[in-house]
């Protein structure tokens, strides 16, 4: 039996050992298609690679195609476990309102540790890079990110019953989110340098199975199951994890789900501006003329945690004096401002100084899912962070897609242009958002009646 309504704690082991695995598998990447192209190893010096800025040298030519076959294993690799993710992310999210949030946080963190299993044996015996893609498809049946973030938000939301603190609380977790992702950074930087590729995975892969303990013993459930309700591969009991996400839109009134509906599009559009640009930051910092190491994209991914840090503070302060729409108009204007400065960055402290502008570009997100979360019944939650889960899922696979494969099509002559483009597209969601606060949606004024006999009240 669980101890302590604290999701935290899973968050930040889990964040901390996926985002200090995620640069690991890139660089590892990037050095293994280095050793084909060049016959040895990426070599470093003073923090800085010794990549060709040359364009008449041939070598110039080879480190480019090493960025364009990186760029698409990576956007293969992620691809193939985008199917099964999806329908796994909307089923364990989604079956968290009846039955428990535990087995949405727990079976992804099984499926991060097999992921690390597969990459320490392929490192270990320099396996084909092939055999990842195995194990990105059996992850993927197992939920993964998306699957795992719906479920801690789920879990939030189950306990945070008032409106400004279901905000901060969001807000807060995001936090560790990407405080966890700038730690991480940093020290798989240090750590590839210490140890190298082969034991640089162990540290990761001990946190995930420290996650799993700690969510099978600990963590408390916030959702009482009933014997019946535990029969979930009854025919019953299947159509109703289905059901979840089609009852949220057939019930309530066309301005209810009018709103949901722009609330996701928006949620969408700026994830898909965002994660997009955010996911080129390594390989554009492995390039000419920055020619960073992997102790220098730690660093640049440590100072990021600047951006998630003071997006908690803006949504902590801002909460109390501006509606939410317009603290995700700030967000956006942040992100703006933020990554058309690393599209014309060419020099280390340019690229550094980029996280300035950048400080509350996090803020959109956790307001948005906010803004949804209040305006749905609290025995939809799970449903509602089943389909956010699913939906981001989805667009966070196709924009790396996307962008991997702009950003390959246009290194040669402007590395910078995918930050452009993500800038450009980001005024989407603010135009969604200052739609929605035109038509004057309003929190809960549709779905006053609350079905109280499904809902179990847990301390918050």
Same mark, same amino acid.
């Given at each position: 039996m669980g101890l302590l309504y604290l999701v935290e704690p899973v968050m930040a082991i889990y964040c901390f050992a996926s985002f200090s695995s995620f640069p690991l598998m890139q660089q590892y990447v990037y050095q293994r298609f280095w050793q084909e192209e060049f016959n040895t190893t990426v070599f470093y010096d003073n923090n800085v690679s010794h990549c060709e800025t040359n364009q008449s040298n041939p070598n110039y030519i080879h480190e480019k195609e090493v960025q364009k076959r990186a760029s698409t294993f990576n956007t293969t690799l992620d691809l193939s476990g985008l199917i099964p993710s999806l329908i796994m992310t909307?089923?364990?999210?989604?079956?968290?309102?009846?039955?428990?949030?535990?087995?949405?946080?727990?079976?992804?963190?099984?499926?991060?540790?097999?992921?690390?299993?597969?990459?320490?044996?392929?490192?270990?015996? &320099?396996?084909?890079?092939?055999?990842?893609?195995?194990?990105?498809?059996?992850?993927?049946?197992?939920?993964?990110?998306?699957?795992?973030?719906?479920?801690?938000?789920?879990?939030?939301?189950?306990?945070?019953?008032?409106?400004?603190?279901? &905000?901060?609380?969001?807000?807060f977790i995001d936090m560790v989110l990407g405080v966890s992702s700038g730690v991480a950074g940093i020290t798989s930087g240090y750590i590839i340098r210490s140890f190298g590729f082969r034991w640089s995975f162990a540290l990761p892969l001990f946190l995930h199975i420290l996650n799993i303990l700690y969510i099978l013993f600990i963590l408390e459930e916030t959702v009482k199951r009933?014997?019946?309700?535990? &029969?979930?591969?009854?025919?019953?009991?299947?159509?109703?994890?289905?059901?979840?996400?089609?009852?949220?839109?057939?019930?309530?009134?066309?301005k209810r789900r009018a709103a949901i509906s722009l609330f996701l599009f928006a949620f969408m559009s700026y994830l898909f501006a965002n994660f997009g640009a955010a996911s080129l930051f390594t390989l554009y910092e492995l390039d000419s003329p920055l020619c960073w190491d992997p102790v220098r994209v730690g660093w640049g991914s440590a100072l990021s945690t600047f951006c998630f840090v003071g997006s908690f503070l803006g949504v902590f302060f801002f909460t109390r004096c501006l509606k939410d729409a317009y603290i995700v108009f700030?967000?956006?204007?942040?992100?703006?401002?933020?990554?058309?400065?690393?599209?014309?960055?060419?020099?280390?402290?340019?690229?550094?100084?980029?996280?300035?502008?950048?400080?509350?570009s996090a803020m959109p997100l956790p307001v948005l899912r906010s803004m949804m979360s209040k305006v749905v019944l609290e025995n939809e939650q799970g449903a509602l962070f089943a389909c956010i889960a699913c939906l981001e899922s989805l667009t966070g696979s196709l924009t790396i897609a996307v962008f991997y494969s702009i950003y390959g099509a246009t290194?040669?002559?402007?590395?910078?242009?995918?930050?452009?483009?993500?800038?450009?597209?980001?005024?989407?969601?603010?135009?969604?958002?200052?739609?929605?606060?035109?038509?004057?949606?309003?929190?809960?004024?549709?779905?006053?009646?609350?079905?109280?006999?499904?809902?179990?009240?847990?301390?918050?």
């Open positions: 909307l089923i364990l999210v989604s079956y968290g309102d009846q039955h428990g949030r535990k087995a949405s946080m727990l079976l992804p963190s099984i499926g991060g540790l097999l992921t690390l299993v597969a990459y320490c044996s392929t490192s270990f015996f &320099n396996l084909p890079l092939e055999i990842l893609y195995l194990s990105s498809v059996f992850s993927g049946f197992l939920g993964g990110f998306a699957t795992f973030i719906g479920g801690c938000f789920s879990y939030i939301a189950d306990i945070a019953k008032d409106t400004q603190k279901k &905000n901060i609380r969001i807000a009933s014997e019946f309700q535990q &029969n979930v591969l009854s025919k019953e009991g299947v159509k109703e994890l289905f059901s979840g996400v089609f009852l949220l839109f057939k019930h309530g009134s066309c700030i967000g956006i204007l942040s992100w703006i401002a933020g990554i058309t400065m690393a599209a014309f960055a060419t020099t280390t402290v340019t690229m550094m100084l980029v996280r300035l502008p950048l400080m509350f290194v040669l002559w402007f590395p910078g242009f995918s930050f452009l483009l993500s800038a450009a597209l980001s005024l989407i969601p603010f135009g969604v958002v200052w739609l929605l606060l035109c038509i004057g949606y309003q929190e809960r004024d549709h779905v006053l009646l609350v079905n109280e006999e499904s809902n179990t009240e847990v301390p918050s």
